[in-house]
Structure formats: C-alpha cells, structure tokens
T-cell receptor, first 117, second 110 residues
C-alpha cells in the first residue's frame, strides 16, 4: 500500500544514454512533483504537474522531459545523460492549492539513485 | 518565498524533548511554515505546518512566535529513529513550490 512509488530504485548508465524514471501515487492527489538531490544533499524542485498540466518548470535543461499520462503518474525522461545528472531523484505528490497549506504538504517517494558513468 | 535560517546540527538525548529553532524574519503574511525531515537514504517526510497558530500532531508540535519571524519544532520524546536532517521551509500555498535549505542535522544519542 505504498503511497508514492518510484521505479527503478537504482539506475546506472553510460553518458549519452536516454533513460526514464517512473512515479506513481495512490493517494488520489492532483499534483505531482520531481525533485533532484545532488551530491551536496541540496533538494531542488524540478517540475510540478497539476492534473496532468505542467505548472512549475524550474529552468531544467530541455533534456529532461516530464510526462503525466494521468493524475496518478508522473514520469521523467532524460535524454543524452551527462555526468552532472548523477543524483537522487524524488517524486512527490500533494493536493493542489486549496487553502490550509495543502500544496506544501507533500508526500515523497523513496527516490531513484541515478549514476551516470 | 522567504528564506529560513537553521542551526547546522544539534544533538539530543534519547527520551528528551528536541527543540529545533528556525528563523524566518522576512516571512510574509500568506506564507506557511512547513517542517520536513529526511532520514538517511530516504525521501523527505512531512512533519507539520502552520500559519499563525501553534499546531500539534502525532509527530511533533510547532510553536510560531506572535510576530511569525521564528518558529520551533518540538519532538516531545526523541528516539533514535528521529535522527535525521530537519528542514524548515516557508512557502505560500501556491502550487507547492517548496525550497529546501541545508536543514539541521539532528542526532539522537542513547
């Protein structure tokens, strides 16, 4: 009964490859997010989708393309992987803005550890 | 969004209350205070949030000063499992754009 799940948990790949990370939530939330945590442990938001529509794009390179087939899924596709893409990627979900601070109450997945060689 | 200042690290004895301070002197009237924690190698975990009033849930209590320029997260009876990095974040309730800082590394010792 995992609330937010991600696959794969670990991803090791060569520079230049294309890879995807999948995220699913069973909380019935309308909003989903992707965060990146680099080697210095800083956690930064990358994207946010509300009901399958992109609402936040934090100047992420075009090589990163999120796709939301439905409200419960938000996948992250990365083209032409670079060494600097090595990080832990977290998916999260929440209710959208509805007062009471709901959108900031986010539930995170376990993370996908990406290593680019 | 306003920024926060937290101590880099704190130690706490198991069974004692842990009081984690956070300064957010530039907070605006519509910004909430959120607390998250991240246990090693896990995803961040929501703890509690508040706007003006003090809040309490099964995990912790949040005390916000009257001028809202600072807050304290209280873990009433710290356990070894509470060892984690704790993040204090201020944000409007607008599309959930949370900006995580460096947080406070809390180590609970036996």
């Amino acid at each position: 009964d995992t609330a937010v799940s991600q696959t794969p948990k670990y991803l090791v790949t060569q520079m230049g490859n294309d890879k995807s990370i999948k995220c699913e939530q069973n909380l019935g939330h309308d909003t989903m997010y992707w965060y990146k945590q680099d080697s210095k442990k800083f956690l930064k938001i990358m994207f946010s989708y509300n009901n399958k529509e992109l609402i936040i794009n934090e100047t992420v390179p075009n090589r990163f393309s999120p796709k939301s087939p439905d409200k419960a899924h938000l996948n992250l596709h990365i083209n032409s992987l670079e060494l600097g893409d090595s990080a832990v990627y977290f998916c999260a979900s929440s209710q959208p803005w509805a007062g009471q601070g709901a959108s900031g109450t986010q539930y995170f997945g376990p993370g996908t550890r990406l290593l680019v060689l | 969004d306003a920024k926060t200042t937290q101590p880099t690290s704190m130690d706490c004895a198991e069974g004692r209350a842990a009081n984690l301070p956070c300064n957010h002197s530039t907070i605006s009237g519509n910004e909430y205070v959120y607390w998250y924690r991240q246990i090693h190698s896990q995803g961040p975990q929501y703890i509690i949030h508040g706007l003006k009033n003090n809040e309490t849930n099964e995990m912790a209590s949040l005390i916000i000063t009257e001028d809202r320029k600072s807050s304290t997260l209280i873990l009433p009876h710290a356990t070894l499992r509470d060892t984690a990095v704790y993040y204090c974040i201020v944000s409007t309730d607008s599309w959930g754009k949370l900006q995580f800082g460096a947080g406070t590394q809390v180590v609970v010792t036996p």
